[in-house]
């Protein structure tokens, strides 16, 4: 099984998710596991099928362009699951560095 | 009229025509769940308080001489549909203390037609399982069997209707969530037609399959949740704008005319003996009601499993980005940004769900979208014309709904396992199909002591909900398998 195939560290940056070593080996392993049944797809003729995204037949929705105070939140209520506000806003840590 | 066994349609009739009052319902539901719930465990949250306010305003309606579709009908929710005001939590520990700001769509007309809220249900983190065992926040048991599991991911709404605890539920099912548990739980579950439900107030897993449906004791049941909480809804874009035939009123009581299809693919061969026979049986029982047997061919059903396990894991790793610490949920702070999104990620996910982000970030990383992702969604193209094929030779095509009967806790500790479970589920979702499932007979599990549930698939065409439901209460009023089975008694505390 090809355990290595996949870079899982790097996979896990693109995710944003911080593993440990032991997950780092257990879901390298797993996905490995996973990817080679995946692998039988390559055995399925696709070459002239279009890709399928939405199986119901739809189109792009628009909706006039006015305020519908039932359907939104308030200030209040947007921020009322926040981990962290100061005055109405989110607050996260620094992005920008402290240097320029 | 008892409150705690009997159906939606005469609880609603009964409290219609002022025979009962919505209040007194709750009173006796509110008692009976708490003692109840103690040991199976489907509800993550009971919401007394606000049954209670809903079923004073129901039995005011009715008093000024409306007439609901629901009237004093106790439903229970799963957690991952917003109510506002009661934490609303996706069986996630990221979520473990979100509180919805605002209603879902398909939960507001529930309660805008008279139903009584119990409370929100236990799920597999985020929907992603099949068996509930994903939950980071509580246990369900099976009503059948404490020792198993109650299927999933819609475990608790499905062990909420099959233990008595709520006449109705509401589910959501992505690649199986709602129909294996209804066949774990001896209960009808239904998933409508992809779009025919609002998925507004829902939380998103996998967004192009995501449906919500609802549990019911009956078939008729089921059919009067749908015809409540179907149609257009202008705030989620993909619901389908095209009018909903009631289906509740045109049940029929045979099967005279109607043309199922047997897959060849999914031939019973592979399953347990006594499982088989019980197929064998539902397959003869809908031949002796009039219908006629035609093989159909699914080619490609074969690929479903990993067509869905690139597309859903795909949209997952895509939904969940948005649970980084900032607007809502878990944060662990970290040196800077970057660092708390990967710390509150890692402590908010349980394993399941990181599996799954990672398969999906795969799947769509540069250098491996055509192979993975791009390839998937043609197979899927493949998967539907298949059933469209298959569909000018039947009017509803039959299998079972599982490949076994509910398993115990711990049983399937290897991923791949757990996702066999949805072999026949899959590849209907893949085609956007409406299917529901219907109590089709029980049988005892190697290692078990009491008959467990077994249930029958049956899917149609796109936007055949009526002709779906017909069939199902035809085979359900000649063969009332549901009712050959009692959960477990739970002794009084």
Known sequence: ?100 | MDPIKDTAVSIARAVNAKEAAAAEIAEALIPHVSRVDAQLGAYLQLTPELMREHARRVDERVRAGETLPLAGVPVAIKDNMCLTGTRTTAGSKILEHFVAPYTATAVQRLLAAGALPIGKTNLDEFAMGSSCENSALGVTRNPYDLDRVPGGSSGGSAAAVGGFEATLSLGSDTGGSIREPAAFCNIVGFKPTYGRVSRYGLIAFASSLDQIGPFARTVEDAALTYDVIGGHDPLDATSVDRPLEPTAHALREDLRGVRVGIVKEFGLGQLDANVRACYEAAYADLEKLGAELVEVELPTAEYGLATYYLVAPAECSSNLARFDGVRYGLRVDGADVGEMYEKTRAAGFGPEVKRRILIGTYALSSGYYDAYYLKAQKARTKIAEDFARAFARCDVIASPAASTPAFGFNAKSDPVSMYLMDYYTIPVSLAGLPSLSVPCGAVVPEGGTRPMPLGLQLATPLFTERSLLGIAHAYERATRHAEKLSPVEIAAA
């Open chain 1, 1 to 100: 099984m090809p355990t290595d195939r996949i870079d899982i560290r790097h996979v896990a940056t693109l995710a944003r998710l911080a593993l440990t070593e032991d997950e780092i080996a257990t879901y390298g392993a797993q996905l490995g596991n996973l990817m080679t049944h995946v692998d039988a797809l390559a055995n399925l003729d696709t070459a002239e099928v279009p890709a399928t995204a939405q199986v119901v037949p739809s189109r792009n929705v628009q909706r006039a362009d006015v305020l519908r105070p039932e359907t939104s939140l308030t200030r209040e209520a947007a921020l009322q699951n926040a981990p962290d506000t100061v005055v109405g806003y989110f607050r996260v840590p620094r992005i920008i560095g402290e240097e320029g």
